[in-house]
């Protein structure tokens, strides 16, 4: 069953969330991640402010987009984003085709 990490992300600096953008596809291409949204218009319709980024990424199974973020590729991209942009990441799985 497919699963998706949903991330919201408000940057700080740019160049240096350049570096995280420039790495992190690597590791989802290693995990079989398919970016299905990244920064288009967006508009929170309830709950908290619109971010400035919302990212959507889809893997094949639950167990790979949490193996992909635990994985020493990832979190050597994520080093390059801590302390430049507010992040909320997310992984839900989806439901069975009907």
């Avoid at 290693?30 to 920064?39: D, F, K, P, S, V």
């Avoid at 929170?44 to 973020?69: K, L, N, W």
Wanted: hydrophobic share 40%; glycine share 10%; charged share 20%.
């Amino acid at each position: 069953m497919k699963a998706y990490w949903i991330a919201h992300v408000d940057v700080t600096d740019p160049v240096q969330y350049g570096q995280y953008t420039q790495r992190a596809p690597t590791a989802f291409a290693l995990y079989g991640g398919r970016i299905l949204a990244r920064g288009g218009r967006g508009e929170a319709m309830e709950g908290r402010s619109t971010p400035q980024r919302s990212v959507v990424i889809e893997f094949d199974s639950y167990e790979q987009a949490v193996a992909c973020y635990r994985s020493e590729e990832y979190q050597q991209a994520r080093v390059h984003r801590e302390g430049v942009a507010v992040v909320d990441v997310i992984i839900v799985e989806g439901i069975p085709p009907a």
